[in-house]
């Protein structure tokens, strides 16, 4: 009965990847994807992603395919992780799953693919398909726990439930200060909610300082700074917004509001 769950679970997680590819290549205008462009010029686990125009697809695939260890192409993943290279990671994780490497059975794999997805996109469908199939393999995995409890509370302030919500997650941000997804959604409800504009700036601050490539934190900082006419700070969120982002419509939004400072 597991294995059949797990199976049809993946077949929803992919899905939901295609699903995204196919509106990233259509440019859907109100998320932000296509994340990407050069954030760093350090030599590092990037080193192995072709992030040239052509060939990437095929270089990236041949090297998981020949690869005979997924214990080192996983830590690959997350040394990309760690240091911000969110576009490449989501890459090798994408060829990991279309290839069916031993991987796809590690749930650290699809919590790395969550987090990737919340730090560019928000909590979007693929990131809830991604947790769910951590959930799956690995029930008891603390951070799938963790994040799936802040997806909740995101769903539920999406639902109204205002008070539970942020209550939960400042009780989550208690037990762990520095759970950017909690800083985040939290931010990003009292802001747009009009609550407490420090608290909110506050938050998105040590959520970007912590995770530099965070780039739904940057933008709503961004929004944040402008409205609080804080305009040099504002230009500098909107800046590590365009440099992380390389969607054109985005892109466009980013520009729009950095001639309106």
């Known amino acids: 009965m597991l294995n059949l769950m797990f199976f049809i679970n993946f077949l929803c997680f992919l899905y939901a990847q295609k699903w995204k590819k196919l509106n990233s290549a ?7 994807k296509d994340i990407g462009g050069e954030m760093s010029t350090r030599k590092s686990a990037r080193q192995f992603v072709d992030t040239s125009n052509q060939g990437q697809n095929s270089t990236t695939s041949l090297f998981i395919k020949n690869h005979t260890s997924p214990t080192q192409l996983l830590s690959q993943v997350r040394m990309l992780f760690a240091e911000g290279h969110l576009h490449e990671a989501q890459h090798v994780m994408e060829c990991i799953i279309d290839n069916y490497n031993p991987l796809i ?10 987090k990737v997805d919340i730090e560019l996109h928000g909590f979007n469908v693929h990131a809830k398909c991604a947790l769910q199939q951590a959930l799956l393999l690995e029930p008891q995995h603390e951070e799938a726990l963790k994040l799936s409890a802040v997806s909740q509370h995101h769903d539920e302030l999406r639902d109204g439930l ?26 990003n409800h009292l802001f747009w909610k009009n609550g407490p504009e420090q ?3 506050s938050l998105l601050e040590k959520a970007v300082k912590l995770r530099p490539s965070f780039l739904k934190a940057w933008l709503c900082l961004a929004m944040a700074y402008k409205k609080a006419q804080d305009l040099g700070k504002a230009e500098g969120a909107f800046q590590e917004c365009l440099s992380l982002d390389t969607n054109a419509t985005n892109q466009e939004f980013y520009k729009k509001h ?4």
């Open 105 to 114: 059975s590690s749930a650290d794999l699809f919590v790395l693919n969550a």
């Open 199 to 201: 608290e909110a700036t």
């Open 162 to 187: 205002y008070e539970t919500a942020t209550e939960a997650l400042r009780k989550q941000l208690q037990q762990d200060p520095n759970d950017v997804y909690a800083m985040y959604v939290l931010a």
């Open 258 to 261: 950095l001639q309106s400072l």
């Open 26 to 32: 259509f440019g859907e205008k109100h998320r932000g």
